[in-house]
């Protein structure tokens, strides 16, 4: 498998989350600056399987809850949140197969975790506090931001942009901004 791009974008601020994806399983976190172009990459994910339509990017884009599945045979799945670009759990909750998992935004201050779970994350690291509410109907599903391989457009800066990927290139408006096709594996520590 060749290197994909996913991509979430802020609905209210100039800020977008890649997910680099690839060789298989493996994913690197990047945080896109949309207003000046600039890209901070962060953590890498390996051996795992990250359920993209249930996964999202808060309004803000200073979050990211996301659902994955390790690749080890009988181990649980999880629904973490995420402090962008790295994947490190702020907030993390063990699921038992793949029916419940993963998450939505709701403005201003709530993320929609599909399952059972209800409660108030008062974590001390989190610069706000979320109120985590249950959707029991389990049709939860992010819009599709991430869905790159065709054309789509989005407002970056002052304009509007067409966005499309070619393996791991980023390209606007027919030319190629960013190239992450080659980059490698590194351990990185989160600041928090």
């Given at each position: 498998?060749?290197?994909?791009?996913?991509?979430?974008?802020?609905?209210?601020?100039?800020?977008?989350?890649?997910?680099?994806?690839?060789?298989?399983?493996?994913?690197?976190?990047?945080?896109?600056?949309?207003?000046?172009?600039?890209?901070?990459?962060?953590?890498?994910?390996?051996?795992?399987?990250?359920?993209?339509?249930?996964?999202?990017?808060?309004?803000?884009?200073?979050?990211?809850?996301?659902f994955y599945?390790d690749k080890?045979?009988?181990?649980?799945?999880?629904?973490?949140?995420?402090?962008?670009?790295?994947?490190?759990?702020?907030?993390?909750?063990?699921?038992?197969?793949?029916?419940?998992?993963?998450?939505?935004?709701?403005?201003p201050d709530?993320?929609?975790?599909?399952?059972?779970?209800?409660?108030?994350?008062?974590?001390?690291?989190?610069?706000?506090?979320?109120?985590?509410?249950?959707?029991?109907?389990?049709?939860?599903?992010?819009?599709?931001?991430?869905?790159?391989?065709?054309?789509?457009?989005?407002?970056?800066?002052?304009?509007?942009?067409?966005?499309?990927?070619?393996?791991?290139?980023?390209?606007?408006?027919?030319?190629?901004?960013?190239?992450?096709?080659?980059?490698?594996?590194?351990?990185?520590?989160?600041?928090?």
């Open positions: 498998m060749g290197v994909k791009l996913h991509i979430w974008f802020a609905k209210s601020a100039p800020v977008a989350l890649i997910l680099r994806e690839g060789p298989k399983h493996t994913y690197e976190m990047i945080k896109w600056n949309t207003k000046d172009n600039i890209f901070e990459r962060g953590q890498w994910l390996k051996k795992k399987k990250i359920y993209l339509d249930r996964s999202d990017l808060s309004h803000d884009g200073e979050y990211f809850v996301y599945l080890k045979p009988m181990t649980p799945t999880h629904t973490v949140l995420s402090k962008p670009p790295y994947f490190t759990a702020l907030h993390h909750e063990l699921e038992e197969g793949t029916y419940t998992g993963g998450g939505v935004f709701v403005p709530t993320v929609v975790f599909r399952g059972d779970h209800m409660r108030r994350i008062t974590n001390p690291i989190l610069s706000k506090v979320f109120q985590i509410t249950p959707d029991n109907s389990q049709l939860i599903r992010t819009t599709c931001d991430f869905c790159i391989y065709g054309e789509n457009q989005h407002d970056i800066g002052e304009r509007t942009v067409a966005i499309t990927s070619d393996g791991g290139k980023l390209v606007v408006d027919g030319e190629v901004l960013e190239d992450f096709t080659d980059d490698k594996f590194v351990a990185v520590k989160p600041p928090h």
